[in-house]
């Protein structure tokens, strides 16, 4: 008798999902990955610092860009040349991924920080979202802002009387900026995870984040370095995103004297992305400080 009655329940859910449109109980509307979901996390994400787009994007690019200014002021009197260029040209596309990375940082640590402040932190856990799938959505978005970001101070540094901004190897530039971008939002994440307060935040910024994009060749290249503060410098991840992007503008960059290096640099980047991804999602699965 049970299992006649299971069998015309079958049959009655099977025939009220054809003529209604939806879906027999148990079985799932969504298969593998949650692209609606996905998208819209995202969007909303790319809303929320686009509706401030004054303090997201165009402040920061106003602010690096006040770095060239004071900087080729100051060092590039006298035609002083670095890699074969002036010194305003070399230090553009350092200055161009850093404020790419420290944006992409700022927005990826501020989601679920605020969340947890302001007591929202469930709009992020309940809907039918994976970690991975949430972690994707919020790291895209952060990657966005940081592209709009580079986008504009290359805009804003092409005006700026000597300063050349030719692209010599254009897949160095997208994937040092990529990769740049995907690492800092991967720390922030982790970093938005850990934190209790915004404090703790502007620690982790002030700390590390500010101390590492500034310490890692943005404005010299580390041959002008004693050799112990050079291997401390080649310890410093940032170190070969700035140089590599840099050297899809010039064609050269301090790593090493053969494109084989940048090369070499450009993998280790994705795997060590690969390993601070595997970190965040195993950290979001494991609930640490959010769902407990």
């Given at each position: ?91 553009a596309p350092g200055l161009i991924v850093m404020g790419m990375m420290q944006n992409a940082f700022a927005n990826a640590s501020f989601s679920f920080l605020s969340g947890k402040i302001q007591g929202t932190i469930i709009d992020y856990l309940m809907p ?39 692209l010599a190897h254009f897949w160095a530039v997208v994937w040092f900026g990529l990769m740049g971008a995907i690492f800092l939002s991967l720390l922030g994440l982790l970093s938005s995870i850990w934190a209790e307060k915004f404090d703790h935040n502007a ?90």
């Amino acid at each position: 008798m049970a299992d006649q009655s299971n069998s015309t329940d079958a049959a009655l859910s099977g025939a009220l999902s054809a003529t209604s449109g939806f879906r027999a109980k148990g079985e799932p509307a969504i298969h593998r990955i949650n692209w609606v979901g996905l998208w819209t996390l995202y969007m909303k994400e790319v809303r929320r610092f686009f509706k401030v787009q004054t303090q997201t994007i165009w402040a920061p690019a106003i602010t690096t860009l006040l770095f060239l200014v004071i900087f080729s002021v100051a060092l590039g009197r006298g035609g002083r040349e670095v890699l074969g260029v002036n010194f305003a040209t070399f230090v553009a596309p350092g200055l161009i991924v850093m404020g790419m990375m420290q944006n992409a940082f700022a927005n990826a640590s501020f989601s679920f920080l605020s969340g947890k402040i302001q007591g929202t932190i469930i709009d992020y856990l309940m809907p039918p979202l994976s970690e991975g799938e949430l972690m994707a959505a919020m790291t895209a978005a952060a990657v966005t802002r940081a592209i709009l970001v580079g986008l504009a101070l290359y805009l804003a540094m092409s005006f700026w009387p000597g300063v050349d901004l030719s692209l010599a190897h254009f897949w160095a530039v997208v994937w040092f900026g990529l990769m740049g971008a995907i690492f800092l939002s991967l720390l922030g994440l982790l970093s938005s995870i850990w934190a209790e307060k915004f404090d703790h935040n502007a620690a982790i910024t002030n700390f590390i984040v500010a101390p590492l994009s500034l310490l890692s060749g943005t404005f010299y290249v580390i041959d002008n370095l004693a050799p112990a503060f050079q291997a401390i410098s080649r310890l410093n991840p940032f170190f070969y995103i700035i140089s590599g992007f840099r050297f899809g503008f010039l064609g050269r960059s301090d790593i090493g004297d053969t494109n084989l290096a940048v090369l070499h640099s450009a993998i280790g980047l994705l795997g060590l992305n690969v390993a601070l991804g595997m970190v965040a999602y195993a950290v979001l699965r494991s609930g640490w400080k959010i769902k407990s």
